[in-house]
């Protein structure tokens, strides 16, 4: 773990763990509380959710186009995480004297892990001091710096989840980018890897033709047509015939091809992008999942799910199905790494990001 002011003596408690999260998304910030002690969930907790502004929205996007001002937003941003803070507190009729540590995503604006770059905004020394609660954030770097992918970062939070379920199984969160976590017994059966875009181009497609933050249950999309010589070219990109493990930026692929098609058009093809990026994910897994799990605000797309079971052949389902909150399951993830991070526990593997060994990692920031 890289410190600030070096973690020591944290040994196995139960810690009452606040993980935040806004990742690639322009959503807002999902904040939620976790009963554990890094190994076991012993307990969730109260789930809150601080939607964005549309101008400060705006301002974000200006920061991943490259032209905002980096500085200022993210102190906008840290602060707006310090009021989610004080919103789950109200509604969990808690202090912050009851929380023992901050698990603070941030907001990635450079994901390159070939050039051993990855950069989330999100000042951990100035929540920790604006709530005063230890704050464990910048989760990615170490395994970047050697070697790994960076991503994804929630694997260990699954397999903790799914120790009761029937195996193999896939648990697929689609976000801004899209990420799967397969599942075959214990930690040394972990595979995980981005598959392709989750909603981010749908998002800006959608934003740039129709004035609209998203496609809202798929409904533009299923009115569209899909371009299949488009979407062939789309899913002709290199990465899809690269072994895992292996991620993404929300902007790695070119959407050039799609700008030709109408606004439905467009929205249908890309959500076939999604899903057949999905698809051609089975190539690199040893055996068929016997299920998949569907976590983040993909599933709650009713025409893109039902395109993600017609392309697998298998239950598609959301993770509401086996009693977990898609909603708060990422913020929930970032507590765990929190807690883990401070007991130097690893928080990525060779199986989940390509790093040589287990990698602990995040940098801690002590409330003033």
Same mark, same amino acid.
């Given at each position: 773990?890289?410190?600030?002011?070096?973690?020591?003596?944290?040994?196995?408690?139960?810690?009452?763990?606040?993980?935040?999260?806004?990742?690639?998304?322009?959503?807002?910030?999902?904040?939620?509380?976790?009963?554990?002690?890094?190994?076991?969930?012993?307990?969730?907790?109260?789930?809150?959710?601080?939607?964005? *502004?549309?101008?400060?929205?705006?301002?974000?996007?200006?920061?991943?186009?490259? *032209?905002g001002?980096?500085?200022?937003?993210?102190?906008?941003?840290?602060?707006?995480?310090?009021?989610?803070?004080?919103? =789950?507190?109200?509604?969990?009729?808690?202090?912050?004297?009851?929380?023992?540590?901050?698990?603070?995503?941030?907001?990635?604006?450079?994901?390159?892990?070939?050039?051993?770059?990855?950069?989330?905004?999100?000042?951990?020394?100035?929540?920790?001091?604006?709530?005063?609660?230890?704050?464990?954030?910048?989760?990615?770097?170490?395994?970047?710096?050697?070697?790994g992918?960076?991503?994804?970062?929630?694997?260990?939070?699954?397999?903790?989840?799914?120790?009761?379920?029937?195996?193999?199984?896939?648990?697929?969160?689609?976000?801004?980018?899209?990420?799967? *976590?397969y599942?075959?017994?214990?930690?040394?059966?972990?595979?995980?890897?981005?598959?392709?875009?989750?909603?981010?181009?749908?998002?800006?497609?959608?934003?740039?033709?129709?004035?609209?933050?998203?496609?809202?249950?798929?409904?533009?999309a299923?009115?569209?047509l899909?371009?299949?010589?488009?979407?062939?070219?789309?899913?002709?990109?290199?990465?899809?015939?690269?072994p895992?493990?292996?991620?993404?930026?929300?902007?790695?692929?070119?959407? *050039?091809?799609?700008?030709? =098609?109408?606004?439905?058009?467009?929205?249908?093809? =890309?959500?076939?992008?999604?899903?057949?990026?999905?698809?051609?994910?089975?190539?690199?897994?040893?055996?068929?999942?016997?299920?998949?799990?569907?976590t983040?605000?993909?599933?709650?797309?009713?025409?893109?799910?039902?395109?993600?079971?017609?392309?697998?052949?298998?239950?598609?389902?959301?993770?509401?199905?086996?009693?977990?909150?898609?909603?708060?399951?990422?913020?929930?993830?970032?507590?765990?790494?929190?807690?883990?991070?401070?007991?130097?526990?690893?928080?990525?593997?060779?199986?989940?990001?390509?790093?040589?060994?287990?990698?602990?990692?995040?940098?801690?920031?002590?409330?003033?």
């Amino acid at each position: 773990m890289h410190s600030n002011a070096i973690a020591v003596g944290f040994m196995k408690k139960i810690f009452l763990a606040i993980g935040l999260m806004s990742g690639t998304s322009l959503d807002g910030i999902d904040a939620a509380i976790l009963r554990t002690d890094g190994e076991k969930i012993i307990e969730p907790g109260k789930f809150f959710n601080l939607p964005y *502004t549309t101008k400060f929205r705006e301002r974000l996007r200006l920061v991943l186009e490259g *032209t905002g001002q980096i500085e200022l937003v993210e102190r906008e941003l840290t602060l707006l995480h310090a009021e989610a803070i004080d919103s =789950l507190l109200t509604e969990a009729g808690r202090k912050s004297s009851d929380i023992d540590l901050i698990g603070f995503h941030g907001h990635t604006v450079v994901h390159d892990p070939a050039q051993l770059k990855t950069h989330q905004i999100g000042d951990g020394a100035l929540l920790a001091a604006k709530i005063g609660i230890d704050v464990v954030c910048d989760l990615r770097s170490n395994d970047v710096a050697h070697g790994g992918q960076g991503a994804p970062l929630v694997p260990l939070y699954h397999l903790a989840l799914a120790y009761r379920l029937t195996m193999p199984v896939a648990i697929l969160n689609i976000g801004g980018v899209a990420n799967i *976590t397969y599942i075959n017994g214990d930690e040394r059966s972990l595979i995980a890897f981005d598959t392709g875009p989750g909603g981010a181009l749908l998002d800006d497609w959608m934003l740039q033709k129709m004035g609209k933050v998203f496609d809202d249950d798929g409904r533009v999309a299923s009115s569209g047509l899909v371009s299949n010589n488009v979407l062939s070219e789309l899913l002709s990109a290199p990465y899809f015939d690269k072994p895992p493990p292996k991620s993404l930026d929300r902007d790695d692929f070119d959407i *050039t091809p799609i700008r030709s =098609l109408s606004a439905k058009d467009g929205a249908a093809t =890309l959500t076939a992008f999604t899903c057949g990026a999905v698809t051609r994910s089975l190539d690199h897994l040893p055996a068929p999942p016997k299920i998949w799990l569907v976590t983040g605000g993909g599933r709650k797309n009713r025409f893109l799910m039902q395109k993600l079971s017609e392309g697998l052949k298998v239950p598609v389902k959301p993770v509401e199905s086996v009693g977990w909150d898609g909603d708060a399951l990422e913020a929930q993830a970032f507590s765990y790494l929190a807690v883990r991070s401070i007991r130097q526990l690893p928080i990525t593997l060779p199986g989940t990001t390509g790093v040589k060994e287990p990698m602990s990692g995040g940098v801690f920031y002590p409330k003033p």
